[in-house]
DNA sequence: AGCACGCCGACT
DNA sequence: GTCGGCGTGCTC
């Protein structure tokens, strides 16, 4: 038998399956799904078994020699959405098929030292890895003179908490009366029949080698096996009483679960709408037919409150994947998926791919969180995948959100999607949005970050032992160090970026390579002293605000309060238990928003992101404060929301103060067609990048005059340019970006272009759904 | 992507 | 004469 292989590779040149014999051991065992250990010249890779068959036109075909799996780690439908993934973004068929992986069943490799020289004889059987690199250097030349041997292993990373199952086999075997614990264990075993390693070890307070002289001796048999982990053990089923739902609310969950429906739904509702209860309901239906669910949130919102929820709501057969699980705890919850003791699989991006094999219902929850679509390849959108499983299993797809992307909502107008607005809202009326127009507070004479109304809301709400949210829009919020002499900034050495000062640290850092420098005592261009940090950290926020407000207990988080792991928790935690009355920070803070006692929700500089030259920063802007506007006082206690603005009659804060999405997305719709921009045209982002800037320039050059023969009136190539982020990490930019009507033909086009265009030193990548334009 | 093989410049 | 630079080609 010929099993084919995708291996683990990402090159254009080995993107196609590769023909492995299968061991006459192994004939009816390897199947399509399975991972496997395969030679490929001179290494060994994982590969993955896509297809089998009796012959091959091949002459010389190497054999498998490890098959990793007992049961195949892809669905045939997972293998056929890998297929669908490399298509439809122009990714490797290995990097689709690995990006559906935990981590844990992905494999990392190494070289196994074997030599018979008693001079290395130190090194025998041992990992390269394991020693420092001046020592790998003197192996690998021992290994030239042939001195060593070096053969190449692969490892997995899985690592299954196992315990022993210890049975009783033969209790007559007689034992000295000198061995108290063999004699222990054998009368225990007498009694009990069977136990587990973990069990009997504390209670009878044995070792390894007790167990291990009893099994020698044919008293007992020992068994490892595999167990799971439960990061929620604690968490039981409580007794479900159903929401009474408004009529609104039983409209969409009628819709959605009537029977055979296929489409895609847009469940368009503001804050507190209702719409989880929805989500539950409709999944609560598909599991009485016996069919199962995925629900997708943003990461960040993915919270311990959340999980806990859906934990009580659907008992233990719900997975939980998030990024706050351990490698094996991710692995663990995959696999019960696999193994089919879920049902309910909630997680973020990734859990997309969740290996259920009779799913009835996919949603996407807050479907506008720009999180959804992953920027490394696969190049995927979430949604895509989502829509792409439901047709698999004729099945329905739930878009959830207050401030649906304008593609979602043009879709739902057109009739591609089934609109489902939710318009009543628990808890009555949104709360107030005051606007505040930050020049009149100049005028006045307020040089601070903090507008007057904005202070006596905070004092009031201290008074009164209420809590406050205050948003820094990350952009403006950042620290860049300049000369005032000769007037340089200091930039990264290895990008086209101003490095940021860290005051923590008191360091520099660049946020896309990880560079690190200490702050200049002069400048290294003119050497005058007159070199400091200019604008307005999240610290400095801080010391204003304290200095305004003495009485405040500010929480802070960002990237200098946040970077140690738990440290995220640990704030929000005590914000949550009122160890402070403020909370200050970007975007992270998000998941303090939902907190009963926060009555005042401020957003300092709600328009920093309006100056962003990208099309898609009024969306943005607008999403911001729509989303954190609707929050405030979602508790018993009435909330407001205080927004600072230099552009207070701009369209996009009338238009979030009013909720009005309708008046914003007509607005909004006018602007992207007179601009060219989605819903009405398909971009393509082409991004070229080289060691020498001509050399990236005449490549992209090379390709946009490739793609110009194809335009036409619906479709137009702009650039090459400088991309936006001119120089990354010592390699020169450029972009090409093509707009087009969703034509099949410039699929294959770029296709056929990454082929063609495979020069060494020269990288190109392509992102059909670009967001970011980097 | 790695890794080997192979063909030219500057070292013992 | 040899070490090592990276250009080229192959991997079932
Ligand atoms: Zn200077
Ligand atoms: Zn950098």
Not at 675 to 685: A, E, I, Q
Request: charged share 25%; hydrophobic share 40%.
């Amino acid at each position: 038998m010929i099993a084919e292989v995708i291996v683990d590779v990402a090159a254009a040149t080995v993107d196609r399956p590769f023909d492995y014999e299968v061991p006459e051991l192994w004939q009816n065992l390897v199947v399509p799904g399975m991972r496997v250990e395969v030679p490929f010249g001179p290494r060994a890779l994982l590969g993955i078994v896509v297809a089998t068959k009796e012959e091959s036109d091949l002459t010389r075909i190497k054999p498998i020699v490890r098959v990793l799996d007992e049961v195949p780690t892809y669905t045939e439908e997972l293998l056929e959405l890998s297929s669908y993934l490399s298509e439809t973004t122009l990714c490797y068929q290995a990097t689709a098929l690995l990006a559906m992986l935990p981590a844990a069943l992905k494999v990392s490799y190494d070289k196994l030292i074997l030599t018979e020289t008693a001079r290395f004889s130190h090194w025998n059987r041992k990992k390269i890895s394991q020693f420092p690199s001046e020592v790998q250097q003197e192996i690998l030349l021992a290994a030239r003179q042939g001195e060593v041997e070096l053969q190449p292993v692969i490892k997995e990373k899985k690592t299954t908490k196992t315990d022993k199952r210890i049975r009783l086999l033969d209790p007559s075997v007689p034992l000295s009366s000198q061995a108290t614990k063999q004699v222990l264990l054998r009368d225990y075993l007498i009694e009990q029949k069977e136990t587990m390693w973990s069990q009997v070890m504390h209670e009878l307070d044995l070792t390894l080698s007790i167990v291990h002289t009893l099994e020698r001796k044919g008293v007992l048999s020992v068994e490892t096996v595999d167990i799971n982990r439960n990061p929620y053990e604690h968490l039981t089923q409580d007794i479900f009483t159903p929401a009474r739902l408004t009529d609104d609310q039983q409209a969409a969950v009628d819709a959605i679960t009537a029977p055979d429906e296929t489409a895609t739904f847009l469940l368009h509702g503001v804050t507190g709408s209702g719409k989880t209860e929805v989500y539950l309901e409709s999944i609560h239906a598909m599991l009485e037919r016996g069919r199962q669910a995925i629900l997708l949130v943003p990461e960040i919102s993915l919270t311990p409150m959340m999980v806990k929820r859906f934990k009580r709501r659907f008992g233990e057969r719900v997975a939980v994947l998030h990024s706050g699980l351990s490698l094996g705890e991710k692995y663990d919850e995959w696999r019960k998926i696999a193994q089919g003791e879920v049902d309910v699989v909630v997680g973020a991006r990734s859990a997309v791919f969740a290996p259920l094999t009779n799913v009835g219902i996919i949603i996407l929850d807050e479907e506008h969180e720009t999180t959804y679509k992953q920027e490394e390849n696969p190049k995927y959108h979430t949604r895509d995948v989502a829509t792409w499983r439901a047709a698999f299993h004729h099945c329905p797809v739930v878009l959830g959100s207050a401030t649906p992307i304008l593609e979602t909502y043009a879709r739902s107008q057109k009739g591609v999607y089934q609109y489902l607005p939710l318009k009543e809202r628990f808890g009555g009326e949104l709360p107030p949005v005051d606007i505040i127009d930050m020049r009149k507070e100049l005028e006045r004479g307020n040089r601070t970050p903090f507008s007057l109304p904005l202070i006596e809301g905070i004092k009031q709400r201290i008074e009164r032992g209420e809590q406050t949210v205050l948003l820094l829009n990350r952009r403006g919020y950042t620290t860049f160090v300049l000369c005032r002499d000769c007037g340089e900034t200091l930039q990264c050495p290895h990008c086209a970026v101003n490095l940021t000062y860290h005051q923590q640290a008191d360091r520099l850092k660049c946020h896309y390579c990880g560079f690190e420098a200490a702050m200049p005592k002069e400048c290294p261009s003119c050497s005058s002293k007159k070199i400091r940090q200019f604008g307005t950290g999240t610290q400095k926020i801080e010391e204003e605000l304290a200095h305004l407000i003495p009485e405040a207990k500010i929480i802070r988080m960002d990237q200098d309060t946040t970077s140690r792991k738990g440290a995220h928790e640990k704030l929000l935690n005590a914000f949550e238990r009122r160890e402070g009355n403020i909370l200050l920070g970007t975007q992270m803070i998000a998941k303090g928003l939902d907190f009963p006692n926060v009555t005042l929700v401020g957003v300092i500089a709600a328009d920093a992101t309006l100056g962003i030259p990208d099309f898609r920063a009024s969306e943005r802007t607008f999403q911001l404060i729509t989303q954190v506007s609707g929050r405030a006082g979602r508790g018993e206690l009435a909330g407001q929301s205080i927004i600072q603005t230099y552009n207070p009659e701009h369209y996009v804060i009338q238009t979030a103060k009013q909720h009005d999405y309708e008046t914003f997305y007509n607005r909004e719709m006018q602007l992207r067609k007179l601009g060219g921009h989605p819903p009405f045209w398909f971009l393509g982002l082409i991004t070229i990048s080289a060691a020498h800037p001509l050399e990236a320039q005449a490549e992209a050059e090379a390709i946009a005059a490739q793609l110009r023969h194809l335009e036409s009136d619906d479709l137009v190539v702009n650039g090459p340019l400088d991309a936006p982020l001119a120089r990354l990490k010592n390699m020169y930019r450029q972009q090409v970006i093509i707009k087009h009507k969703g034509q099949e033909e410039v699929r294959e086009a770029l296709r056929a272009m990454l082929a063609l265009r495979i020069k060494q030193k020269i990288q190109v990548t392509v992102d059909l759904n670009p967001f970011v334009f980097m």
